[in-house]
């Protein structure tokens, strides 16, 4: 994203402080300038609200949308990612299913309105 979308700014945040190091001296060789990197838990983060959160497996798919929702302002939006078992999704939340590798996926997008 940060690559494509130069004009928006980007907050990576990585809890392995190994890979948090990774990113910062990937974003400092590209340069990516509007990337900052943090390495902290996400359910540690406590500014914000960001207007989009995106996670790629980072925790089971109900978890990621109920914390994403908290880091992002009202009428934001939480990306997550579905494997092969579909869960429930809150109001708000629409599946846009695919397949990959003969596997079907889906990409959540969860659209938050407090």
Not at 68 to 81: E, T
Not at 89 to 97: N, S, V, Y
């Amino acid at each position: 994203i940060a690559i494509a979308r130069p004009d928006i700014a980007v907050t990576l945040v990585e809890s392995n402080h190994k890979k948090a190091a990774f990113l910062r001296t990937l974003a400092r060789e590209l340069p990516l300038s509007h990337v900052e990197v943090r390495a902290e838990r996400a359910e540690a983060i406590k500014d914000g609200p960001w207007d989009i959160a995106i996670s790629r497996a980072t925790l089971d798919l109900p978890d990621w949308l109920k914390l994403g929702a908290k880091l992002v302002r009202n009428g934001g939006l939480v990306i997550g990612m579905e494997g092969a078992d579909e869960h429930e999704l809150p109001p708000g939340a629409e599946r846009h299913r695919y397949k990959l590798d003969g596997s079907r996926r889906a990409l959540i997008l969860f659209h938050v309105e407090r």
